[in-house]
């Protein structure tokens, strides 16, 4: 069966990556996070004090930053290693995720990680979340979705990830990064976060895991079908 490019964009913590990997097990496909790969950038930056309103030190930096996803054998999951360093689980940080949005904006940061993802989009048979997934870095891409959950309940998901390895953190806290990182990515002026003219819309707000696989899985069986006849 031939394969397509499936791309999922959407707000801060609607649940994308959930169904990407959902997805990519239900159809042994690829699944890439390009959030993790601005997350790790940023890491990169903090750790390195590097100026991000400075070009050439921005371009000097991305020089010295090498990315892989690597599969963890235990739980079978891909995760982001940064110069050989598993940092799949420090990026999720709200230290990262207070800066990301700012350095995600910079165009040369884009250009470095728009590259690296469509590279790993060669051969099709890839599941890829984001922001400008569907609009940029694969705009022929064969099925678009753009996810979008209620504010609140979005919140709630997140804080309650974010509670479980650090329960200090409050609630006003992730409500702050989450709207701060929402106006940051839909009005940067490169790549901003929109909806692609041809996504396929899923609010997630009241849907089960399962029953958001159910719609998903319902259009990809369209756009295979669509493939194969047409
Ligand atoms: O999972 P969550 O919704 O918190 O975000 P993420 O996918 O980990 O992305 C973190 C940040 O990276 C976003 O807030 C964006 O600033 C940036 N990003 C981007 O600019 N373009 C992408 N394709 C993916 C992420």
């Not at 609607?14 to 239900?26: D, F, I, M, N, V």
């Not at 010295?64 to 050989?84: A, D, R, V």
């Amino acid at each position: 069966m031939s394969k397509i490019i499936i791309t999922i964009d959407g707000w801060s913590s609607c649940g994308k990556s959930t169904l990407a990997k959902q997805l990519a097990k239900e159809l042994g496909y690829v699944y890439i996070d390009s959030g993790a790969m601005y997350r790790a950038i940023t890491l990169y930056f903090l750790r390195n004090h590097i100026d991000w309103t400075n070009t050439p030190e921005v371009m000097e930096a991305l020089e010295h930053i090498t990315l892989e996803f690597l599969s963890n054998h235990k739980t079978g999951q891909t995760e982001m290693h940064l110069n050989g360093e598993n940092v799949e689980y420090v990026i999720r940080d709200l230290v990262v995720a207070e800066k990301v949005s700012d350095i995600a904006a910079i165009k040369e940061v884009r250009e470095y990680a728009v590259s690296r993802q469509q590279q790993m989009g060669r051969n099709k048979g890839i599941v890829m979340d984001g922001r400008d997934i569907g609009t940029v870095v694969f705009p022929h891409a064969e099925l678009k979705i753009f996810m979008t959950a209620d504010k609140d309940i979005r919140v709630q998901r997140r804080f309650r990830e974010l509670y479980e390895k650090n329960p200090n953190i409050t609630i006003d806290e992730v409500r702050h990064n989450l709207e701060t990182r929402d106006y940051i990515d839909s009005h940067r002026e490169v790549s901003p976060l929109r909806q692609a003219h041809d996504a396929l819309v899923l609010d997630n707000s009241h849907l089960s895991e399962k029953a958001q696989l159910q719609v998903a899985q319902k259009w990809v069986a369209e756009r295979i079908n669509v493939k194969h006849t047409g």
